[in-house]
């Protein structure tokens, strides 16, 4: 037998990560993992689509959100395969045989706390924003969580995280820096125009649902002195943050927040639901019902 893994050295995504994101793609057809000798990794997972437009667009994202090189389009089983290189670890097969395919398993979005999933079900829009340099792994459980949702969905321009919820999410609304001007400027206004139409959104929809919602996943800390403002100006004040300054934009709005990975700061007024993961808005009463 011969052991086939990825270099320890190397960062790529798991075969779980980036099946779960083309899982929520519209023209998702499968996925499966092999070996590929053109990967950096040595392993690939292809996942497939019947639209090569769709296998087009996944591909473009992925290798932006992920910070890949490049993710590979060609026909495959009657549809569009987008080899995406993953890492694998310990794989063994015999040595006479070309390569071996692999099951992919998903992670689902019971891996996210209850408190969490009870946020999320009550929401009737949601924000998605992030770090433009880091997608944590939490990433796919948050697609799944919010693809069983059915609501309107808003995420930015920006490569990292906001790239990674745009693969998800091809019917997503995508608000464009160059839409608001040129600058920094521009990037501040796309980013509160983002929380705005998260509220507006979220305001309109029918049934038991609560309002909007919005989603941060920042890879530092809260910028010292940043507040929550319900002013656009104050609350995007140059801070270094786009990610905070959303945050804070979002609550001093009256917005429900989710925070994943960072605590914020005491005075913001957030509460922990475990698992990494921080809450403001609704009344713990109305959350306590979902556990």
Request: net charge positive.
């Amino acid at each position: 037998m011969l052991r086939l893994s990825s270099p320890a050295s190397v960062f790529a995504p798991s075969p779980a990560a980036v099946s779960t994101l083309a899982s929520a793609v519209g023209g998702f057809r499968s996925s499966f993992v092999r070996r590929s000798p053109r990967s950096f990794s040595r392993w690939v997972v292809v996942c497939v689509f019947s639209s090569a437009s769709v296998a087009s667009g996944f591909a473009a994202a992925v290798a932006s959100g992920l910070s890949l090189p490049f993710c590979r389009v060609r026909r495959c089983f009657g549809g569009w395969g987008v080899s995406v290189p993953v890492f694998v670890r310990l794989l063994r097969r015999p040595r006479r045989s070309v390569f071996r395919v692999l099951p992919v398993r998903c992670p689902l979005a019971a891996s996210l706390p209850a408190a969490v999933l009870s946020v999320f079900a009550r929401a009737g829009a949601v924000g998605l924003s992030g770090s433009r340099s880091a997608v944590p792994a939490v990433v796919p459980a948050v697609v799944v969580a919010v693809a069983g949702l059915r609501c309107p969905v808003f995420v930015g321009c920006a490569r990292g995280v906001d790239a990674a919820f745009r693969a998800a999410f091809p019917g997503a609304s995508v608000l464009a820096a160059s839409s608001f001007g040129s600058g920094r400027g521009s990037f501040a206004a796309r980013s509160a125009a983002c929380v705005r139409a998260v509220a507006v959104a979220g305001a309109g929809a029918a049934g038991s649902f609560l309002g909007g919602l919005w989603v941060s996943l920042p890879s530092g800390p809260c910028p010292s002195g940043l507040l929550p403002s319900a002013s656009s100006s104050r609350a995007f004040c140059g801070s270094g943050s786009g990610s905070w300054a959303s945050a804070a934009f979002a609550v001093g709005s009256g917005l429900p927040v989710l925070v994943f990975g960072v605590c914020p700061p005491a005075s913001w007024g957030f509460v922990s639901l475990g698992g990494g993961w921080w809450f403001s808005g609704w009344p713990a009463s109305q959350l306590s019902l979902g556990f």
